[in-house]
């Protein structure tokens, strides 16, 4: 981030409220380029019976054998879609793969508090299914699947590779951007209520941790600067708890100048940090 960006993002605070929120979707929205000339989407494609069960896919011509790069939005369990009208968010995400010689998918999943755990992680499921199904016929290789999520899209993430180990088998990498992952620490909100229940006692099963640290899916972690405390101290608990399994350190990024929401939203803008580190962890993982 620029130092004037970064001061701006900075006094916008690291709570999750409306003001941060909204301020930080109108800067971002403001430096971003938008889709370049050459990436086609095609929209809306089902994936699965519920009508949030639908994915883009962004592609170039000439692709042929490309790893394919899958965005899972956030928004709290409860909000969030892969692409608003007049919004450069997340297209962003699969022009991002596209530009760099990938396959890009967006997907929407079902929101709680209709559709609770293990809801996410299974509409992820589906999604996978169909991608490893049909990417051929657009140019992706079903055996180089990288998924990324943010906030929400990344406890999604974490939960698919922890709670379905089997259907997750040979995914290619995973990248986990800003979340929640030990749902047995984790400070209890409204969201995460609405996703696992009001009982805090039920909330064991859908621990990811155990999950991540098991999964021999390459996995890339990141925490902004300005995330919520919740969320950095997630973080310090990942990189302390995979030492002490491991030996050694997971890849945990911190993000200089970013809050929780930029990660994802800077890319495709001048503030090209999250696109050199997602594009150099999936042509490791998939090379």
Known sequence: MTPETREVLAALGNNLNPDMIQGTIRLMAGMSRGMAAATRVTRDISYGPHERN???????DGLSGAPVFVFVHGGGFVGGDKHNEGSPFYSNMGDFAARHGMVGV??????????????????????????????????????KIVIAGQSAGAVHVAGYLAHR?????????????????????????????????????GWGPANCLPGLLATPVPLQFSVAEFDPDDFQQQAA??????????????????????NHLTPALSVGSEHRETERMIAGFVRRVTA
């Open 237 to 258: 608990q990942v990189v302390t708890q995979w030492q002490q399994a491991k030996g050694r350190l997971p890849e945990m990024h911190y993000l200089s100048g970013h």
């Open 106 to 143: 967006t997907i929407t999943y079902r929101l709680a508090p209709e559709h609770r755990f293990p809801a996410g992680l299974d509409d992820l499921a589906l999604a996978v299914e169909w991608i490893r199904a049909n990417v051929a016929a657009h140019g992706g290789d079903p055996a």
């Open 165 to 201: 180990r089997d259907h997750a088998a040979g995914i290619a990498g995973a990248c986990l951007m800003s979340g929640i992952f030990d749902t047995t620490t984790c400070v209890p909100n409204a969201m995460a209520e609405a996703y696992y229940g009001e009982d805090r006692r």
């Open 54 to 60: 639908r994915l883009d896919l962004f592609t170039r």
